[in-house]
């Protein structure tokens, strides 16, 4: 197993900057998923570190050591690619075997470990199939399957579950997560799925533009975003801008919303977000928290396990996440007060 440290990558293709300045620590044994949008060098980024590409500058290191100009075959690293990529006219034995026959392994030695990486992924029985008559998860375990049957010292997985409908997704991400645990390899993971990089990763990392924005465990990231674009990308925030004045944003009706601490020295404009599901709908009777806002629902979004409301404060939308626990009900048109407290009102920089 093998700890990866990139350090100030950067990667142009003509002028267009694709990786800039990227550094990053993948822990030994860790799970660690990297989030951004279409085109911001997430593919770029697996690519070099699994040699298939080669930086302008910066460096690539495995266990301290630096690598990026080992070829990719030394470095032992297995990849998913974002399309899995099998060989339509080889059987899933042949596909799985392809990176040890090219290794030159013995008959035997490789037959155990191909069975062995299809047992893993619970594919033993369908071992003489093409990939045409596998489902699209039964393809993307051999895809997966053949990664690991290299026994390599980092896996890197560039949207592996991207092509699968929602309930064979959550049975490969339980799936995968047991594989990573049963064979402790440090791994990195492309989604686009933010739910899934909260539920399976130790860590996240955020890329746009080829830069990284932000990096940290799962609930931190979440729960205290630096960034506009950590809390706006990775999960729903609304975001309050206005004036900072003694520990409160005075937005542009003249209402004050209380901000976390930690900002108190700072001056002028601030941004501060506030994820939808710290926000609770009061009764009359039932007490406050830091900040109350009034408001309208203008429409709700049902989700099965929550409802988002779209509530209208001067103008404003403000968007509520309610569980749904069965108890209350609210309706388009109705006149709520909004509530929340300092803490979840988090100041976010610009980028
Ligand atoms: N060989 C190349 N030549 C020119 N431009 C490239 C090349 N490879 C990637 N790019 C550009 O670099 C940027 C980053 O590409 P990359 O494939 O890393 O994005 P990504 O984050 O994986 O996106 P997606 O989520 O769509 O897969 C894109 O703008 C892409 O067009
Ligand atoms: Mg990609």
Known sequence: MASVEVKNLSRSFGIYKALDDISVRFKDGGFYALLGPSGSGKTTLLRMIAGFDYPDTGHIEMNGESVERVPLEKRNIGMVFQNYALFPNMTVFDNVAFGLSVRGVAREEMRAKVMNALDLVQLGKLEGRKPHQLSGGQRQRVALARAIVINPRVLLLDEPLGALDKALRLDMQVELKRIQREIGITTVFVTHDQEEALTMADRIGLLKDGRLIEEGRPEDIYNCPKTLFAATFLGDANIFEGDW??????????????????RETQSGKIRCAVRPERIRIVSAEQPRLDNVLDGRIERRLFAGNSTTLFVNHNGREIRVGLPNTGSVSHDDGEAVTLTWSRESTIPVTAA
Not at 245 to 262: C, E, K, P, T
């Open 245 to 262: 004045q003694d520990g409160d944003i005075m937005l542009a009706d003249g209402r004050a919303v209380s901000v976390a601490a930690g």
